[in-house]
């Protein structure tokens, strides 16, 4: 299987993973699942609520995060090096 | 209009903006961006509790995805990151005492306020001028025909730093830095404290601090900010989520906006000089000062006053696009810098021909 090839399923596996939370979110909103879970914190099971807040942005950052790293590397696009002083420079450039 | 609380109805397509626009900003400079993202929510009316903690929740999710796309640049000192934001947390904890203690002394929002105020002068004012120092060094540079090195020091106070030898050294490969763990924890939890009595994510004293006191290139520090941002946003999401002041589905939609924000800002990075990022920076820090000057003359005025209302929108709305346009010349200028077309004799030092 070429690299493309292998990219392009994990940005398709990526995307309905991506698709299935926005969904899910769309869902609980429509429900009015979130209005339930801000009663949760006058209760013990308030940390769920917590919990779901971290999670969902946690996950869907690295998700998002990892979707855009493959996408930009489906159309093509890589890094080559990564800029750093100069230090046989350095010393006359210094203030 | 969306109904996301009773109550509370809010246009869509503003947090779309709002989420993409913040979101360059981020993925740019390094910073949360709360300090435009908290008073943008305020304005499109969300009490303001609700502001501060959607904001913190969002940008946990947005600088995630930021530290990703920094990662993948070769932006991330991950080692770095996490010695110094324990030392940052330990800041924090006590920057909030700090506040409580205050408050209990019976001293007013105001002096915080005013605390804040000058802090932001004072770091806005010097990084300006300090990139102003450098760009006309470049500018010279480039007038005598000589080839501009891939990155500098902005200034000699981090290898003063650096060349103070308290063990354990600590060695970052990857930001080639070697630097005392005593110095570090230090301003990492100087840093914190700062965080915690001016009531932000802190995005903006870090870059600055990691370029001026520690040393790291611009590019270096902007992705190690946002690395360190997960957690200490982290840190404000639970607690606010715990007093309920999140709002989960206004800052969901903001990160499916602000994640193809963050690509272009962090993409950016890869066309200009660390100069454009301390530069861009410097601007937004003393946009936000004045935001913070017209609220603090808000609040001793005691009463709403329609001119300060508007003034506070547009300090708000146009700073953050003034700081999105700039993003975007300088893109288009790097471009046409790469391709060989001319630019503006004023750009060449901020832009680089190389990847």
Redesign the interface.
């Known amino acids: 299987m070429s690299r493309r090839k292998r990219v392009a399923i994990q940005v398709a596996a990526l995307s309905i993973i991506c698709g299935l939370i926005?969904w899910h979110?769309v869902q609980w909103?429509s429900t009015g699942m979130?209005?339930e879970m801000?009663r949760w914190?006058q209760t013990s099971r308030?940390y769920l609520?917590?919990l779901?807040?971290?999670g969902?942005?946690?996950v869907?950052?690295?998700l998002?995060?990892?979707l855009?790293?493959k996408l930009?590397k489906l159309i093509g696009?890589e890094?080559?090096?990564?800029?750093?002083?100069?230090?046989k420079?350095?010393a006359s450039?210094?203030? | 209009m969306f109904p996301i609380?009773?109550g509370v109805e809010i246009n869509i397509f503003l947090l779309i903006f709002i989420g993409l626009g913040v979101g360059i900003l981020s993925g740019f400079a390094g910073v949360g961006g709360g300090f435009f993202m908290t008073p943008a929510l305020i304005i499109l009316g969300f009490p303001a509790h609700f502001a501060v903690g959607t904001s913190l929740?969002?940008i946990?999710?947005?600088?995630?995805?930021g530290?990703?796309?920094h990662r993948?640049?070769?932006?991330v000192d991950i080692k770095l990151g996490l010695v110094m934001i324990i030392a940052a947390m330990g800041g924090m904890e006590v920057g909030v005492r700090i506040i409580n203690w205050a408050r209990d002394l019976g001293l007013a929002d105001e002096v915080v306020l005013s605390i804040s105020i000058c802090m932001l002068l004072i770091v806005g004012i010097y990084t300006l001028l300090e990139s102003t120092?450098r760009k006309r060094q470049l500018d010279q540079m480039l007038v005598k025909k000589e080839k501009l090195?891939?990155?500098?020091?902005a200034?000699?106070l981090s290898?003063k730093l650096q060349g103070i030898d308290m063990p354990p050294m600590l060695h970052f490969t990857k930001?080639?830095v070697t630097i005392s763990l005593w110095i570090i924890l230090a301003i990492g939890f100087f840093v914190g404290i700062l965080v915690g009595v001016m009531g932000v994510g802190g995005g903006f004293i870090l870059v600055l601090s990691l370029v001026y006191l520690i040393g790291l290139?611009s590019?270096?520090a902007v992705g190690t900010s946002l690395f360190q941002i997960?957690f200490s946003a982290?840190y404000g999401?639970?607690r606010h989520?715990?007093?309920?002041n999140?709002i989960?589905?206004a800052?969901?939609i903001m990160?499916?906006a602000s994640?193809?924000g963050?690509?272009f800002g962090a993409?950016v990075t890869?066309y200009v000089r660390?100069l454009s990022v301390r530069y861009i920076l410097g601007i937004s820090i003393l946009i936000c000062a004045v935001g913070a000057i017209l609220k603090l003359t808000n609040i001793l005025l005691g009463e709403t006053v329609t001119w300060l209302e508007i003034g506070s929108v547009g300090i708000t709305f146009g700073g953050l696009g003034l700081t999105v346009l700039m993003i975007l010349a300088l893109f288009i200028m790097a471009l046409r810098y790469r391709s060989g077309q001319p630019v503006l004799s004023w750009v060449e030092s901020l832009v680089t021909k190389e990847?």
């Open positions: 926005i979110v909103h979130y209005l801000f914190l308030g609520t917590v779901y807040n971290l969902l942005m946690l869907l950052g690295v998002l995060g990892f855009m790293g930009t696009y890094v080559h090096d990564t800029k750093l002083f100069d230090h420079t350095e450039e210094t203030e | 609380l009773p929740t969002w946990i999710g947005n600088s995630v995805i530290a990703f796309r993948q640049l070769g932006n120092r090195p891939p990155a500098m020091r200034t000699g290898q930001s080639g290139p590019f270096m997960i982290a999401c639970i989520s715990m007093s309920g999140v989960i589905f800052a969901f990160i499916l994640c193809l963050v690509q993409l890869r660390g990847d």
